[in-house]
């Protein structure tokens, strides 16, 4: 989706290192999330905000942190890496809760070595 | 914990053929959504079903629901080599957030 972007698109870390993916959405959206994606287990949420500096956990929250200082910004910060966080990170947008739909970025493949 | 489920896991059909997939969720539901995802790419939304609907339709796209049995199918009619992606559902909580099944890989064959 052209409107939301992930930056990096790939990333290699060491375990124990700080790594902040990136998220910039131009749809003017007050919902943001971030998911990771694991085989066998679909999408699940790490931590989502409704506004700027308002966020919350999701069901995944330990070892992550976030923050939006503007509407179209949302950064996910993994403090100190471990292998557990290898994943595809995904960001994704809504203007409204309930039936709105999510729209999402392409993805960040993390390796945590 | 995951809400919606999908069957089957992976499912291979010829190109024109019609594709089912279905999803069983466990609580009650305010919406009940289907995305596709190409590989290497995100998640795309392709229609959302309320609780109080029980069919809708999108083009080539059909999705039933029955809120009795919990469940959801999906029907891609007329299927296309473009089709092949994987295929998600998801329900949201009491809090309206979502919760995604693991998805159906469909592979459309030539």
């Known amino acids: 989706d052209a409107g939301i972007t992930q930056s990096p698109r790939h990333k290699v870390t060491e375990t124990g290192t700080p790594v902040t993916l990136r998220c910039h959405q131009t749809?003017?959206?007050?919902?943001m999330y971030w998911y990771r994606q694991d085989p066998g287990h679909g999408l699940r949420l790490i931590h989502y905000?409704?506004?700027?500096?308002?966020?919350d956990k999701g069901e995944v929250s330990d070892g992550y942190s976030v923050s939006r200082s503007k509407t179209e910004d949302f950064l996910l910060t993994l403090e100190s890496a471990t292998s557990s966080q290898t994943s595809v990170y995904f960001c994704?947008?809504?203007?409204?809760?309930?039936?709105?739909?999510?729209?999402f970025g392409n993805g960040t493949r993390l390796t945590v070595t | 914990s995951q809400q919606g489920e999908e069957d089957p896991q992976a499912l291979s059909i010829q190109e024109g053929e019609n594709a089912t997939m279905n999803c069983s969720y466990k609580?009650?539901?305010?919406?009940l959504q289907w995305y596709r995802q190409n590989s290497g790419r995100g998640l795309v939304h392709l229609i959302l079903?309320?609780?109080n609907e029980r069919e809708k339709h999108s083009g080539r796209l059909r999705v039933t629901l029955d809120t009795s049995k919990k469940s959801s199918s999906l029907l891609i009619t007329a299927s296309r080599a473009a089709d092949t992606a994987s295929y998600f559902c998801?329900?949201?909580?009491?809090?309206?957030?979502?919760?995604w099944g693991a998805g159906t890989k469909l592979i459309i064959k030539p």
């Open positions: 994704a947008s809504a203007r409204a809760l309930g039936a709105s739909p999510l729209h």
């Open positions: 749809e003017n959206h007050r919902y």
């Open positions: 905000s409704y506004g700027v500096k308002d966020t």
């Open positions: 609580t009650s539901i305010n919406n």
């Open positions: 079903i309320r609780s």
């Open positions: 998801a329900t949201d909580d009491s809090n309206y957030q979502l919760i």
